[in-house]
């Protein structure tokens, strides 16, 4: 994996968690700043996935290839899920949804990295 594209999922995950966070602690409900950085992560996620998949197809060895397309292809369908759930939710517990799934995908990317270190 590109390790500056980790870092900014990385960064990504710590803004989605910061910004849910505060409003979970103020009781607000998603507007369109979650939304935005949302958007972002995911937009840096599908990058992610198109290039694991243009790394990965290409790559040989002994390595856990089943795992890892498992993860890079999952990983996308976390923020949405999380943010439909804010959007109808109108509670704070739609925060708190989106701050464990900032969370989830933070994890995720770790993992991704994880598989693919030892084989580089």
Known sequence: MVAPLSLVLYVGCGMLAAIAL????????IDDRVLLVAALLELALLVQV???IAQGAGRSGNWEKGVFFAYLLSVPLVVPGAVLLAI???SR???AV???AAAVVAVFVARLVQIWGPYA
């Not at 505060?22 to 409900?29: E, I, N, Q, S, T």
């Open 98 to 100: 989106v701050l464990a």
């Open 22 to 29: 505060a409003y979970l602690v103020r009781d607000a409900l």
């Open 88 to 90: 109808k939710e109108k």
């Open 50 to 52: 198109v290039t694991g």
């Open 93 to 95: 517990f739609g925060m």
